[in-house]
């Protein structure tokens, strides 16, 4: 599966920040710190010289600059100071520890990310809950292969990274042993002590882990995977049926909305106007400008939004919409797992196959739900689903369950269990149950 797939080359090492991969990127981080840290003190600093001048001088607009950077100047610096503090503990902690390839699952939060690990040398299960900014909260998923690399202490804290040791984040335990009981279920749950044990970063690419067993990838050993993992609605609450895309306007669904980037370009573009207006009825005698000044911020970020709506939004939701209103659809059988993220995976098989069939294709599609509730409504783990679109032209699918729709993250993509990464994928999906003896 091309868009699942990703592999990095490793070499013999002693600690983490003996990689060079490692090591560049551990130098970057502390030049960004710095970057943070400079830029706040310095805007503060130019506040401070500038604004008092300015104030004397009647010179409105240059007043408002200068206290916005005062005002915004400490912020930046905190961040700065912060990120400082996270280089020293990395640094620690790759400087003592080697890096460890572990089967790892995501936490579904609306705070902070977490993850869970599994030692590959001693058993342990690690929950861990990730310090970093929003902008890289993806960083801390699982790669396609169910694994994170981990160089630290479990007790202290530690560092996360995808294979290949490149984006580093600082990780610690979640503060309440509530917390941390929960996530510790809920990777269970999804099957991670039964997983196989990744390659280690010290190993090669070509080298294969001696095992006497291999993963039975069938439609029988999968669906087993799917129902002891199907997770139930999250309160009992039946799903609120969302508009049907072939009676209504695509905005009217909010799942296609919120693909689609339009919303953020309008709120940002509306609160634009909305400062220009009110500069110009109520500041513009007063050469008052920090209206103006949040107008050209939310201007910046309709024109972000903007561009990604043109771009990426608007053309991925015009396929949805014509492949979920496409005509006759081709069944398959499916069956529903837990992605390694906060996702789904749709494993699809022949419609008229046995116990024993292989996977055809497969698809990463949304939760059903609200954000807030993103299981809600969740299909049956195993069962019967209609393939809407174009498998040639693409290919964008959209899979009908029980008359609604799961809408993808990515393409339709065939399977090909012979390739090392797909097999290693599933395997990580099912947990490594059911393993047949080769």
């Known amino acids: ?41 310095g805007a503060v600093v130019v506040g401070l010289m500038v604004g008092p001048p300015a104030d004397e001088a009647g010179i409105g607009w240059l007043n408002d600059i200068a206290v916005f950077c005062v005002g915004g100047g400490p912020v930046t610096a905190i961040v700065g100071v912060a990120a400082l503090v996270n280089y020293r503990r990395m640094r620690r902690s790759l400087s003592t520890h080697p890096w460890i390839a572990c089967s790892a699952v995501a936490i579904s939060s609306q705070g902070k990310p977490r993850t869970v ?37 479990a007790r202290t ?90 009676a209504v306007p695509w905005w009217r669904v909010p799942a296609l909305l919120e693909i689609s980037y339009v919303w953020p370009a309008v709120v940002n573009a509306a609160f634009a106007i909305a400062m220009v207006l009110t500069w110009w009825l109520l500041a513009k005698d007063q050469d008052i400008l920090v209206p103006l000044i949040l107008a050209a911020l939310s201007g910046i970020n309709a024109l972000r939004f903007g561009r990604r709506m043109i771009t990426q939004g608007m053309p991925a939701v015009k396929g949805l ?20 993220d906060d996702g789904l995976v749709l494993v699809l098989f022949a419609v008229h196959g046995g116990p024993e069939d292989l996977p055809e294709a497969a698809m990463e599609v949304n939760p059903p739900g609200t954000p807030r509730h993103p299981r809600r409504g969740i299909p049956p783990a195993v069962g019967t689903v209609d393939l ?9 699918v959209v899979p009908w369950i029980d008359g609604r729709p799961l809408w993808p993250r990515h393409e339709y993509e065939e399977v090909n269990l012979n390739d090392r990464r797909d097999r290693d994928y599933f395997t990580a999906l099912v947990g490594g149950v059911g393993a047949k003896a080769t």
Not at 11 to 36: E, K, N, Q, S, V
Not at 388 to 396: E, I, Y
Request: charged share 25%; net charge positive; with cysteine.
């Open 1 to 41: 599966m091309t868009a699942l797939r990703k592999s990095r080359s490793g070499t013999d090492t002693a600690t983490g920040i003996a990689y060079p991969g490692t090591a560049f990127a551990l130098a970057g981080f502390r030049r960004r710190a710095w970057a943070w840290l400079g830029g706040g003190l």
């Open 117 to 153: 690990l599994r030692h590959p040398q001693t058993g342990d299960v690690i929950p861990l809950s990730v310090r970093t900014l929003q902008p890289r909260y993806h960083l801390a998923n699982p790669d396609p292969g169910g694994v994170l690399w981990w160089c630290g202490d």
């Open 157 to 246: 804290g530690g560092v996360l990274a995808q294979p290949g040791g490149e984006h580093l984040l600082w990780a610690r335990r979640p503060r309440t042993e509530r917390t941390r009981r929960k996530d510790v279920l809920t990777a269970e749950r999804q099957g991670l002590l039964n997983r196989p044990q990744p390659r280690q970063p010290q190993a090669g690419v070509d080298d294969h882990p001696i095992e006497g067993r291999e993963p039975d990838l069938s439609y029988a050993a999968m669906a087993e995977a799917a129902r002891r993992q199907a997770i139930e609605d999250e309160d009992g609450t039946a799903p609120r049926r969302e508009p049907d895309i072939r």
């Open 321 to 340: 919409v014509q492949a979920a209103r496409a005509p006759l659809p081709v069944p398959k059988r499916y069956v529903l797992l837990p992605g390694l």
């Open 388 to 396: 809407h679109g174009w498998l040639d032209a693409g290919p964008t």
